[in-house]
């Protein structure tokens, strides 16, 4: 079974507007790490925002949010305010307690902001 | 500006060449990382270094072999590539290999194999 699900091959918004990038997770751990990755086509991979499976509130990372519904096992990106220099690749990953080296990636999704 | 460096940039070589890649970290993370990646994929792991220990090597051939020479470096040696090896290599670093410690990423460095 998949780990980590992003089932949004590609999006468009509209600059300034806000956009919601799906993430679905898949743990038995009680213990985990759900973080998002944006991915330029430069080729670096940054590290957007961190999640713990015990944080009570939603993170927060400027104009970044993550949507966390763990009982759903979701971790939505919500950006807000889109910029052109948003278009990127984004990656939402997971880490284990029981598997700590392992960095779990999902497929990705493709951002494309309009002008 | 990334707090991982790796260099080169760009490397094109020849199927018998033998090369390096370098990456170096100064954040004090005593986990480090090697990762392919290939166009629109998500990255696949190739080696962990733990306290400067091999921790996890993901069945790579051994035409790719690592070095950690100290607990800021590591490298990747090249040898006899294949096509087939031109990717985007990542490095990586945390400080430590718990669940609740990001990756943090170098530039990568775009191999070409011809």
């Known amino acids: 079974a998949q780990k980590i699900t992003q089932t949004q091959p590609g999006m468009f918004v509209q600059e300034k507007e806000a956009v919601t990038l799906d993430c679905t997770y898949d743990t038995s751990d009680p213990s985990y790490g759900l973080f998002w990755y944006k991915q330029p086509s430069s080729g670096e991979m940054i590290f957007l925002i961190y999640?713990?499976?015990?944080?009570?509130q939603n993170a927060t990372e400027g104009r970044y949010s993550l949507n966390f519904q763990k009982a759903r096992k979701s971790a939505n990106l919500v950006i807000s305010a889109s910029q052109l220099g948003d278009s990127a690749m984004y990656f939402c990953a997971m880490r284990e307690v029981n598997t700590g080296n392992q960095f779990y990636f999902g497929t990705g999704t493709s951002l494309t902001v309009i002008p | 500006d990334t707090e991982v460096t790796q260099t080169p940039k760009h490397l094109v070589m020849g199927m018998t060449n033998k090369k390096s890649l370098k990456c170096e970290q100064h954040m004090g993370h005593r986990a480090m990382y090697w990762y392919k990646q290939k166009a629109k994929k998500p990255p696949e792991l190739m080696f962990v270094?733990?306290?400067?220990?091999?921790?996890i090597n993901e069945s790579v051939p051994s035409r790719f072999s690592p070095e950690c020479p100290n607990s800021s470096l590591l490298n990747l040696h090249l040898h006899a590539l294949q096509p087939e090896d031109s990717a985007l290599y990542l490095c990586a670093s945390s400080t430590e290999t718990g669940w609740n410690s990001p990756l943090h990423f170098g530039n990568g460095t775009r191999l070409t194999v011809t």
């Open positions: 999640q713990g499976s015990y944080d009570q």
């Open positions: 270094y733990s306290y400067e220990k091999l921790s």
